[in-house]
């Protein structure tokens, strides 16, 4: 007997090449570009050369860019017809936000020990850091952490997850893998950083990173109209393979941005905290969980953070 079965792979392209999930995905680099853009428009018009000496400015510029995309992503899911959840988890989820708090802690140090050991960085330094927290966590210091987690939260989670449950609705774990993904080429950084997010979120869509997104939308949408007009699968399978070029250039501007193997241990370490919130997201739902994920990040990266600086100066 012959069991008429399609092969896992296909199925998940059979999933990606369909009309909703072109729609939503050219909603969402339009989103990420004119987000990009008024953040910069934003900084020129505040002086940006102030931004770290003024508190006060720091702080008028946090609330308006957390504004903006609250009200952006608040206004796409009204539009788009889903919901935020804001409502505290379960007690049963508390083991899994247990776990995703301790992973995402482990995953802030990993990058930090190739850089403690380049700069001599030890764990009297560190002990002492974590003794005067409140050297650490300063006004600046939180206010950024703030805006980095609301963030992260609104943008990823809010927008692009919420946005991506709604297409793939009876195939949770796709849409929690293409968040991952997605978001893993929003958050590449174009500058190797270690425990800083004083521009907020991390979101780079800008230049060829933006030109190739949008080249990807495009060759998705031939494959999906191929798809819709053609049951030949010669020419279904033709139209796919535009999609695999911009794949193909999508992963060399993320090398390129990468640069070095410190730097691509940095793009991994961010999609994982990424692909970490978005589960953690997935199976509680509630945007309490992803914020929970973040805001250890940013702490523990902080923390250490001060120590390297601490370990520098003190030399």
Known sequence: MVLDRTPP???SVADLVRRAFVVELGNMVALFVGVYAATIALDNALDPYF???????????????????????????????????VSIPNRTDGWLIGAAVAGTAILAVLPFGLFALRMGVGVSHVTST???LGGV????????????????VILYHGLVQGALQRVFSDERDLAVVVTTLLSGYLVTPTILTYGTFANGPWLFLWGTRAVVAVLFVLALAVAVYADERSDDDRVRALALLPVLVTLALAAL??????????????????VAVV?????????????????LV???FAVVSAVLYAAAVDAVLGA
């Open 9 to 11: 792979l296909r199925e």
């Open 51 to 85: 931004l770290d000496s003024d508190i006060s400015l720091l702080l008028v510029r946090s609330v308006l860019v957390l504004v903006g995309m609250g009200v952006l992503t608040t206004s796409y899911a009204s539009w788009r017809g889903y919901s935020l959840p």
């Open 130 to 132: 974590v003794a005067d």
């Open 137 to 152: 966590f300063l006004n600046r210091t939180l206010i950024r952490i703030a805006l980095f987690v609301s963030g992260m």
């Open 253 to 270: 501007v993320l090398t390129l941005a990468a640069e070095t193997p410190r730097g691509a241990l940095v793009v991994m370490i961010r």
């Open 275 to 291: 692909g970490v919130a978005a589960y953690v997201y997935d199976r509680t739902a509630s945007l309490l969980s992803p914020t």
């Open 294 to 296: 973040y805001a250890t």
